[in-house]
């Protein structure tokens, strides 16, 4: 993993990425052809490779890492780092529903099994995020938090799911640029006549308003809700088309 004195943190992202890649193509060649020894050769590199080199990372990468975020960092910000890639996930499985509703055909059925990749990858990161939640958190809130305190927590949290319900949330600062416009109105055609969203951006999307308006001329109300340095327009459905 690089040269010995001259380790890096490409050093570690070169080992993953190469983890990554030849977990991909063994992967693809046990699915695609199957024989004894593509099983072979997957099953080597889980219970071998990867298995190895997450031994090592807890038992050598992770005490280091203990002690930089005691001293430099914060311990959830991996969870936050969870957040974002769920938030991706998210939109993908948005952008298949999207392409499944207008598709026909074969172009449908690869759609639909498109749809049902998005949702396991979406939900493997669920069941690893929430399992470090509820093992990791949890016990500590319960440890140390007062019945009060935990009582407190939760009717915040609560309080913004009940406001999320109400009304969902489009940032589109988390989105690539070349998608940012197609996931937006596809957000709006998602709505029902009488629902908004909130987008978040961070300049004004004066571009976005004069689509929306050609695409859709009086089907929808532009509010503003803040104006810079962060902006924020509740964008409501008023009538179809």
């Given amino acids: 993993m690089g040269r010995r004195g001259a380790v890096s943190v490409e050093d570690f992202r070169e080992h993953h990425r190469a983890i990554r890649d030849r977990l991909a193509r ?57 957040h974002e890639v769920i938030a991706k996930r998210v939109r993908d499985v948005a952008a298949v529903v999207e392409r499944l509703r207008v598709s026909e055909g074969r172009e449908r059925s690869a759609a639909r099994g498109m749809l049902r990749e998005a949702l396991l990858r979406l939900e493997a990161l669920l069941d690893v995020h929430m399992e470090k939640e509820e093992r990791v958190y949890v016990p500590l809130i319960e440890a140390h938090l007062s019945v009060d305190e935990r009582r407190a927590l939760l009717e915040k949290m609560h309080a913004d799911l009940t ?47 004069f689509e929306l308006s050609r695409e859709h001329p009086g089907a929808f109300r532009w509010e503003d809700v803040e104006r810079g340095p962060l902006w924020r327009v509740r964008i409501t459905r008023v009538a179809s088309g």
């Fill in 163 to 209: 406001e999320a319900g109400a009304e969902r949330t489009l940032d589109a600062r988390v989105i690539p640029r070349p998608l940012r416009h197609e996931e937006i109105f596809a957000m709006f055609r998602r709505l029902d006549v009488g629902q908004s969203f909130i987008l978040v951006n961070d300049h004004e999307p004066r571009a976005l308003a």
């Fill in 26 to 82: 063994r992967s693809e060649r046990a699915l695609v052809r199957g024989e004894r020894d593509h099983l072979n050769a997957l099953i080597a590199l889980l219970e071998g490779d990867l298995l190895v080199h997450a031994r090592a990372e807890r038992d050598h990468l992770y005490p280091a890492v203990d002690e930089l975020v005691r001293k430099h960092g914060r311990a959830t910000a991996t969870m936050d780092i969870d």
